[in-house]
């Protein structure tokens, strides 16, 4: 029964899908959404606020801190991105030029800090670097400040470049490179002059993702900063002293900042020469060697292993203590604060299923808009821009506008305000994971099927969504974990709700009465809910394959 009735409504929406004027509602209806649910309210939210930027302008304590908040945004993301492309892509590198087993176990631990929550690695990071962490027993203890923001930063930003330019450097001819070998050049003058320019995309797209990692993190940043103030953490601060003056000039001006920024290392990376014309031939002959790369790759190994692999599984260890001092079965019980913890959980998942499943159905139509270009070229380079804003934009400047235009709406309850603000940071994710994949379809297939009597909608279920499956999948469950562990956002609207990593951060602020055990615990789940959601992408991708 259950079958012949999806049949039906199968065959009923290929006959609508045939039909130009549904089709014309659907894309309209899609536009519409990304205009009004994704781009307006975050414009208009702050500027409907933007007259109490005046209270901060008269106080020049707070000026003084805005602009110190401000400016160390920019220089620790600029920082870190740099740092994260000189040391990720050695390691890229060799994961990519190698095929044996322990080349692939180091091709998954890459993934770690991306797939841990920012809060457990901003909890993990300050245990591994502070005074009970192991390295203290060398007498290197970093406390809570600049410092330990930029590691903590370098760790969860890492994986992006290093993942970013694998893909980079496998899909890669190495056709120039075999060509410059067979004329006597040697390996360091191939990778500066031949290789390196012609990965000068992936090499931008890298940078810019790992500095927009950097610029939106709240949560974790909260946990290390200490009295030190980025952007995120002087809007947390603002917003938790009842300021919303300086919350405003803040939101707004990383906002427009961090725009700019983008748009500006996007129009100079297009005009970067990274090859230098001048030829040394002794260094690069020493740089070229056996032994320089075998010491390049220990060092980059031992870099990746000590800032971090290790400093982000390091909550692992307080976490086990939990299991065996009566904190798991208070956790199972849902006695003292664990109630709540539970509560915030279910919170949590309840909001990421909502916006994965609305984000899935209001994004497909605007990959296919952006990968088939239907509404010309300009258009779709509008809409593409659109679509990057929320990754584009710090997520807690985000969500205070968001905050500010949906509570104008005094009949939408908070849950509704969570779900629309956790919608609007992961809406990219998906769409250009399935742009990307649709993208690389040639339009060919589906004139063929059309050809053969294929309608529209037909032609997706049949051609392009089992071709596209795979970043189908991928996208979907990026936007399920990405909002689960949303927390600048979700700190910036949420006022009685509070979800998961929300309610952790106040745990390790030490806002409720919680113990160490409690916190590595709570933190454990939410670690733990992170990776079963990957392990299932990977036995769906895997099965899939076979």
Same mark, same amino acid.
């Given at each position: 029964?259950?079958?012949?009735?999806?049949?039906?409504?199968?065959?009923? @929406?290929?006959?609508?899908?045939?039909?130009?004027?549904?089709?014309?509602?659907?894309?309209?209806?899609?536009?519409?959404?990304?205009?009004?649910?994704?781009?307006?309210?975050?414009?208009?939210?702050?500027?409907?606020? *933007?007259?109490?930027?005046?209270?901060?302008?008269? %106080?020049?304590?707070?000026?003084?801190?805005?602009?110190?908040?401000?400016?160390?945004?920019? #220089?620790?993301?600029?920082?870190?991105?740099?740092?994260?492309?000189?040391?990720?892509?050695?390691?890229a590198w060799i994961i990519s030029a190698g095929g044996s087993r322990w080349i692939s176990i180091l091709d998954a631990l890459a993934d770690i800090p991306f797939v841990i929550p920012t809060v457990a690695l901003g909890f993990s990071t300050l245990l591994f670097w502070g005074k009970?962490?192991?390295?203290?027993?060398?007498?290197?203890?970093?406390?809570?400040? @600049?410092?330990?923001? $930029?590691?903590?930063?370098?760790?969860?930003?890492?994986p992006v470049i290093v993942r970013v330019m694998v893909g980079e450097l496998m899909a890669h001819n190495t056709i120039y490179e075999t060509a410059a070998k067979t004329l006597g050049a040697r390996a360091f003058p191939i990778a500066r002059t031949v290789?390196?320019?012609?990965?000068?995309? =992936? *090499? +931008?797209?890298?940078?810019?993702?790992?500095?927009?990692?950097?610029?939106?993190?709240?949560?974790?940043?909260?946990?290390?900063? =200490?009295?030190?103030? %980025?952007?995120?953490?002087?809007?947390?601060?603002?917003?938790?002293?009842?300021?919303?003056?300086?919350?405003?000039?803040?939101?707004?001006?990383?906002?427009?900042?961090?725009?700019?920024?983008?748009?500006?290392?996007?129009?100079?990376?297009?005009?970067?020469?990274?090859?230098?014309? %001048? !030829?040394?031939?002794?260094?690069?002959? =020493?740089?070229?060697?056996?032994?320089?790369?075998? &010491?390049? %790759?220990? !060092?980059?190994?031992?870099?990746?292993?000590?800032?971090?692999?290790?400093?982000?599984?390091?909550?692992?260890?307080?976490? +086990?203590?939990?299991?065996?001092?009566?904190?798991?079965?208070?956790?199972?019980? =849902? *006695?003292?604060?664990?109630?709540?913890?539970?509560?915030?959980?279910? @919170?949590?998942?309840?909001?990421?299923?909502?916006?994965?499943?609305?984000?899935?159905?209001?994004?497909?139509? #605007?990959? &296919? $808009?952006?990968?088939?270009?239907?509404?010309?070229?300009?258009?779709?380079?509008?809409?593409?821009?659109?679509?990057?804003?929320?990754?584009?934009?710090?997520?807690?400047?985000?969500?205070?506008?968001?905050?500010?235009?949906?509570?104008?709406?005094?009949?939408?309850?908070?849950?509704?305000?969570?779900?629309?603000?956790?919608?609007?940071?992961?809406?990219?994710?998906?769409?250009?994971?399935?742009?990307?994949?649709?993208?690389?379809?040639?339009?060919?297939?589906?004139?063929?099927?059309?050809?053969?009597?294929?309608?529209?909608?037909?032609?997706?279920?049949? #051609?392009?969504?089992?071709?596209?499956?795979?970043?189908?999948?991928?996208?979907?469950?990026?936007?399920?974990?990405?909002?689960?562990?949303?927390?600048?956002?979700?700190?910036?609207?949420?006022?009685?709700?509070?979800?998961?990593?929300?309610?952790?951060?106040?745990?390790?602020?030490?806002?409720?009465?919680?113990?160490?055990?409690?916190?590595?615990?709570?933190?454990?789940?939410?670690? @733990?809910?992170?990776?079963?959601?990957?392990?299932?992408?990977? *036995?769906?991708?895997?099965?899939?394959?076979?």
């Open positions: 029964m259950a079958i012949r009735l999806f049949e039906s409504v199968m065959a009923t @929406l290929d006959k609508l899908s045939s039909r130009p004027k549904v089709k014309k509602v659907v894309y309209a209806f899609a536009v519409s959404f990304l205009i009004s649910v994704i781009l307006l309210p975050p414009v208009l939210g702050i500027s409907f606020k *933007l007259g109490l930027a005046e209270q901060v302008l008269s %106080n020049p304590e707070l000026v003084n801190r805005s602009e110190a908040a401000i400016f160390w945004s920019f #220089i620790i993301a600029l920082s870190v991105a740099s740092l994260d492309l000189i040391a990720g892509l050695p390691l009970t962490g192991p390295v203290s027993v060398l007498g290197v203890i970093v406390p809570p400040g @600049l410092l330990l923001v $930029l590691l903590l930063h370098f760790a969860f930003s890492f290789t390196l320019p012609l990965l000068r995309p =992936g *090499l +931008i797209a890298a940078f810019l993702l790992a500095f927009a990692r950097s610029l939106s993190e709240t949560g974790a940043t909260v946990i290390v900063a =200490g009295l030190f103030e %980025n952007g995120p953490v002087f809007i947390k601060n603002a917003k938790d002293a009842g300021l919303e003056g300086p919350m405003v000039l803040v939101s707004f001006t990383l906002i427009i900042s961090s725009v700019a920024v983008f748009a500006l290392i996007r129009l100079l990376g297009t005009r970067l020469k990274i090859p230098i014309k %001048n !030829v040394y031939p002794v260094p690069e002959a =020493g740089l070229s060697s056996n032994r320089s790369v075998n &010491i390049r %790759n220990g !060092v980059t190994l031992l870099v990746f292993g000590l800032f971090v692999l290790i400093p982000s599984i390091y909550i692992t260890f307080p976490a +086990i203590g939990a299991l065996t001092d009566g904190t798991l079965q208070k956790a199972i019980s =849902g *006695l003292g604060v664990w109630s709540s913890f539970w509560q915030s959980m279910t @919170l949590s998942y309840v909001i990421a299923v909502i916006v994965t499943l609305i984000n899935i159905v209001m994004g497909l139509p #605007i990959a &296919i $808009l952006i990968a088939r270009k239907k509404l010309g070229k300009l258009a779709t380079t509008l809409i593409d821009a659109v679509v990057n804003v929320p990754i584009v934009v710090p997520s807690v400047a985000l969500g205070v506008s968001l905050g500010f235009f949906w509570r104008s709406f005094s009949f939408l309850p908070e849950f509704w305000i969570l779900v629309f603000a956790h919608m609007t940071i992961t809406y990219t994710y998906f769409v250009q994971a399935m742009a990307a994949a649709i993208e690389g379809i040639p339009e060919e297939m589906e004139e063929t099927a059309r050809t053969l009597g294929g309608r529209p909608f037909r032609v997706f279920r049949k #051609i392009i969504l089992p071709l596209t499956k795979y970043s189908f999948l991928s996208g979907s469950i990026l936007v399920f974990t990405r909002s689960v562990d949303e927390t600048g956002a979700a700190t910036a609207v949420s006022q009685t709700l509070k979800t998961a990593p929300v309610l952790l951060v106040s745990w390790v602020k030490h806002q409720v009465i919680v113990t160490d055990s409690d916190i590595a615990l709570g933190i454990a789940f939410l670690v @733990l809910t992170s990776f079963a959601s990957l392990l299932v992408l990977r *036995l769906i991708v895997y099965r899939g394959k076979k």
